[in-house]
């Protein structure tokens, strides 16, 4: 069973950045490549950013242009860079991984394995 272990997460003003991390306890689990998404109080989890190692980059609608979604090298970690922050990104972000080869990486069950989440809120 592979361990996904998110860190990075705080308290942030509206118009700061952060830094989201997160690492695969076994790359053989996230061989394919490795999303974000976020949840917030009443809502479902939603997608947010996903990289594939073969070089497929996706993001949602509502954060193109502020985030940027990156891999480290050994393909067991990623990272999420968030500039321009906004109240409306304050949720619990998880990353995700998954052993299934697909073409789609925006949907919940694209997705095997779960990290516990991190906190992201912004003031306003």
């Known amino acids: 069973q592979v361990q996904l272990v998110e860190s990075g997460g705080g308290l942030v003003q509206a118009g700061g950045s952060l830094r989201l991390s997160c690492a695969a306890s076994d790359r053989t689990f996230s061989r394919y490549g490795m999303g974000w998404f976020r949840q917030a109080p009443g809502k479902e989890r939603a997608f947010v950013a996903a990289i594939t190692w073969s070089g497929g980059i996706d993001y949602a609608d509502s954060v193109k242009g502020r985030f940027t979604v990156s891999g480290g090298n050994a393909k067991n970690t990623v990272y999420l860079q968030m500039n321009s922050l906004k109240p409306e990104d304050t949720a619990v972000y998880y990353c995700?991984?998954?052993?299934?080869?697909?073409?789609?990486?925006?949907?919940?069950?694209?997705?095997?394995?779960w990290g516990q989440g991190t906190q992201v809120t912004v003031s306003s």
């Open positions: 995700a991984t998954r052993v299934r080869y697909g073409s789609s990486w925006s949907q919940v069950n694209d997705y095997d394995y």
